[in-house]
């Protein structure tokens, strides 16, 4: 399917940076607050990519692949900017931006997505558990540049844990045990 590239402001594919790309393993810049004009329209336009991404219309005709979450380095943005779209344990919509996001503190217990996880930079399927903190403290900035802190458990949890090791260089299956990569039960010391 040829694209007018031209006409369509939209992120696509094209625009996700994929495995060996330099800005994948680097730790991305704090961002200066307030955002700029352009760090605002970065932050719209990913948003707006994870809305077209879960609407199989729009993903069929662009080619999309969904996603819940996307993290500025991925468009070539070595900036400490993510967002999150998806439903949190209460089963409301989240769409989040978070700017210089920090985890304050954490659980001892980790979890993690029973099916593994994967990424949109990474074009091959991995099997695996991903350990992640069970629940997370976390600060960061909104797209007003007011800060905020929040206390996330679950999918969100994960979801914002995979996005911040996207700011620091991190890949998912970084994370992957070698030596027992499918291990599903938390080592019992771990449980709070
Ligand atoms: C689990 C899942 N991962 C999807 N893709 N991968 C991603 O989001 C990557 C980030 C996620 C990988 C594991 C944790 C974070 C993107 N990443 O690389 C950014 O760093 C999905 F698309 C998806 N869902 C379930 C919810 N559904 C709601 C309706 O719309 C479709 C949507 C599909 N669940
Ligand atoms: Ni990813």
Do not use: W
């Not at 094209?14 to 004009?37: F, N, W």
């Not at 999309?64 to 993510?82: D, E, H, M, T, Y």
């Not at 985890?103 to 099997?127: A, K, M, P």
């Amino acid at each position: 399917m040829v694209m007018n590239k031209e006409l369509i402001s939209m992120l696509t594919m094209e625009d996700i940076v994929r495995e060996g790309h330099p800005l994948l393993r680097k730790v991305a810049e704090e961002v200066t607050l307030p955002l700029s004009e352009e760090d605002q329209s970065i932050l719209k336009d990913m948003i707006e990519f994870l809305r077209n991404g879960q609407n199989p219309e729009v993903a069929e005709e662009y080619g999309l692949r969904p996603g819940v979450g996307l993290a500025a380095p991925q468009i070539n943005v070595s900036k400490r900017i993510f967002v999150v779209r998806t439903t949190d344990s209460q089963d409301e919509l989240v769409e989040q931006a978070f700017v210089n996001p920090k985890i304050i503190s954490h659980s001892q217990e980790t979890t993690f997505l029973s099916d593994g996880e994967g990424c949109l930079s990474v074009d091959r399927s991995i099997d695996g558990t991903v350990p992640r903190y069970a629940r997370v403290k976390i600060e960061a900035y909104d797209e007003t540049g007011k800060k905020f802190t929040k206390r996330l458990r679950g999918f969100l949890s994960i979801v914002f844990q995979h996005e911040l090791d996207h700011l620091n260089g991190i890949m998912f299956y970084d994370r992957i045990d070698e030596d027992d990569p499918l291990k599903k039960e938390v080592p019992a010391s771990l449980k709070v």
